[in-house]
């Protein structure tokens, strides 16, 4: 096909399909691209393009086809009628560069929380209505469905359908009491309290959820949940030094956080990297009595791929292959583990402060911060820069300024005699100052 052709109007030509190097800011990937012109009005083509990270054939097959969608999407935009912010959502999913469980997030959020803005034209749609929306939704929706029309409406602007995206910053409601739920902590003597209960909780019979050690082993590492549940037996690492000044060997326990878990309950897995990317990974130390406390019983007779923490294994489904068979061991739900919480502390001044598992790692935080150790409490929790955490974890501490030497010293008071008594003090002083110098002018 000839370069005029290519740019014949709706006409979108083969893609160009090439493998692409690991550069610093963008991974190894099949891109497919292409360019096309929707109207006569168009100043320069719009590129149509499709990528995928998988390696192989696979890989330029899913390439080729995002491609594909991409390009039936811009196609579907070039007609009389303007396209539903459904339509524009789903064209900015395929043609944005998301993990998959992301872009399976935002289906979700578009098909609940975004349904009633399914049939609405982009070309209709006003900042009011969306703050309208977006004002009817739960403060944890919030987030996700204005990330998702922003970018819809985004791409909207991109193909020239629309000259201003809506979706802008005002169109958040800003909910002036989620602060206080946010920033809630605990002091030492709640913590205590509840550790009593998980320690009863986990105790009883034929309980199934480990919340006791599960929440102690949060308190050592100010850890997500999902991160805690995630650890497997070889994230347990135990480093022993013999040669030490003292003659004593030297035991290092560290506990490797560098992933989470994802999924539902029934399809648990293990993603290898955390909620903040792989430049939240760390290494946290524990005490040695915390290891032989908590630690030590959970790695008895596991190997390195065991979960620290399993599920009771049940056996197979009637009807399945599996029927009757035990199956393999699962880490335990972060779903079951905050049911457990919430069952504990029902009826309790916990439930009615709406204290939950993230809790714990607000309280982690705090209290470092209050030691003094912010930059450590930032390292503990896995964030790049204390932004983070005095925004969502911690209280800044107010400082405490000791310039009273200094000042006392600059600003020193000179008062001249105030009452009589003063005065003849003062000439009394001058007139023996006056005998002392004659005197010695005398000799």
């Known amino acids: 096909m000839s370069p005029r052709a290519k740019l014949e109007i709706g006409v979108i030509p083969e893609p160009s399909v090439r493998w692409l190097s690991k550069t610093k800011t963008k991974p190894a990937m099949w891109r497919a691209w292409a360019s096309t012109r929707l109207s006569e009005d168009d100043a320069k083509p719009t590129p149509v393009e499709g990528s995928s990270t998988l390696r192989g054939e696979a890989g330029k097959a899913e390439a080729i086809a995002r491609f594909r969608a991409h390009a039936n999407a811009l196609l ?8 539903t912010v459904k339509e524009m959502a789903e064209s900015w999913l395929e043609w944005r560069t998301l993990r998959e469980s992301s872009r399976a997030t935002y289906r979700t959020v578009l098909a609940t929380s975004l349904a009633p803005l399914h049939e609405r034209p982009v070309t209709e749609v006003t900042p009011g209505e969306l703050f309208d929306h977006l004002s009817s939704l739960s403060p944890g929706a919030v987030r996700s469905a204005y990330a998702l029309l922003r970018g819809a409406f985004s791409r909207a602007v991109g193909l020239g359908l629309i000259t201003t995206s809506p979706a802008t910053k005002d169109v958040v409601p800003q909910r002036a009491a989620d602060s206080d739920k946010v920033m809630r902590r605990l002091t030492v003597a709640e913590v205590q309290e509840l550790r009593e209960m998980f320690r009863a909780g986990q105790s009883r019979p034929r309980a199934s959820t480990p919340i006791y050690t599960v929440t102690e082993l949060m308190l050592r590492t100010g850890a997500r949940i999902g991160e805690v549940l995630a650890l497997q ?18 035991i290092t326990t560290l506990v ?3 992933g989470t878990q994802v999924g539902s309950d029934g399809n648990l897995r293990r993603q290898e990297h955390i909620k903040s990317g792989p430049t939240g990974r760390r290494k946290v130390k524990v005490s040695e009595a915390f290891y032989r406390e908590h630690l030590a019983p959970l790695l008895n007779g596991k190997s390195g791929d065991d979960w620290l923490f399993e599920a009771r294994r049940v ?6 292959a599996a029927a009757g068979t035990l199956l393999p061991p699962q880490m335990v739900s972060a779903s079951n583990l905050r049911t457990a919480w919430r069952n504990l502390i029902k009826g309790t001044v916990y439930e009615k402060a709406e204290v939950t598992p993230h809790t714990y790692r ?3 935080a705090q209290a470092l911060v209050d030691d003094g150790k912010a930059e450590l409490a930032s390292a503990l929790l ?12 911690a209280d800044r501490p107010v400082p405490v300024v000791d310039p009273s030497a200094l000042l006392d010293g600059i600003f020193v008071e000179h008062r001249g005699p105030q009452t009589e008594a003063d005065w003849e003090a003062l000439y009394g002083d001058l007139d023996a100052d006056e005998a002392a110098f004659a005197s010695d002018s005398l000799e």
Not at 233 to 250: F, M, Y
Not at 315 to 320: A, V
Not at 385 to 390: D, G, I
């Open 256 to 258: 490797s956080i560098t």
């Open 382 to 393: 896995g964030h790049s820069t204390a932004v983070t955490l005095f925004r969502s974890y």
């Open 362 to 364: 607000r309280t982690v």
């Open 76 to 83: 579907g935009v070039n007609r009389a009628e303007p396209p």
């Open 315 to 320: 056996s197979g489904r009637k009807g399945t």
């Open 233 to 250: 037996a070889k994230h347990i690492e135990r480093d022993v030094n013999l040669v030490t000044v003292s003659g004593e060997p030297d």
